[in-house]
């Protein structure tokens, strides 16, 4: 019916608002929230050294650029691997490992570590 195409219409333009306005504030959380289109309990994570220099010295980030150099990481994970969380951005992360952007990604960190459990050594 029409009053119902009316409702999305106006509920779709109250959530655009709502990332709109998240976006001038840089608000990342509730960017993450209001665009997250798959609920699962994952942290951003970010891999792309020059967006880590920008982020660990408070400059100001668009979200799109947060997302192009970042990825999602289960949070149980954020624990155990040791990651330092961005200031100021609440379940934001810095990864600290190898990272491959081309093939294996996070992987190529993840695997470094797990040998290195495997074997009760690491090289450094």
Do not use: H
Request: net charge negative; no cysteine.
């Amino acid at each position: 019916t029409a009053l119902e195409w009316e409702l999305i219409e106006d509920s779709a333009e109250k959530k655009i608002e709502v990332i709109a306005t998240a976006d001038r504030a840089a608000s990342y959380r509730t960017l993450a929230e209001e665009t997250r289109l798959i609920q699962a309990d994952t942290r951003l994570v970010v891999v792309d050294p020059g967006l880590k220099s920008l982020v660990r010295s408070r400059e100001r980030v668009g979200w799109k650029r947060l997302m192009q150099g970042s990825v999602q990481l289960w949070s149980t994970k954020i624990g155990a691997l040791r990651l330092e969380p961005v200031p100021g951005l609440p379940d934001v992360y810095l990864w600290a490992y190898e990272y491959d952007p081309e093939f294996l990604g996070i992987m190529a960190g993840a695997l470094r570590l797990a040998k290195g459990n495997q074997d009760g050594y690491f090289l450094v």
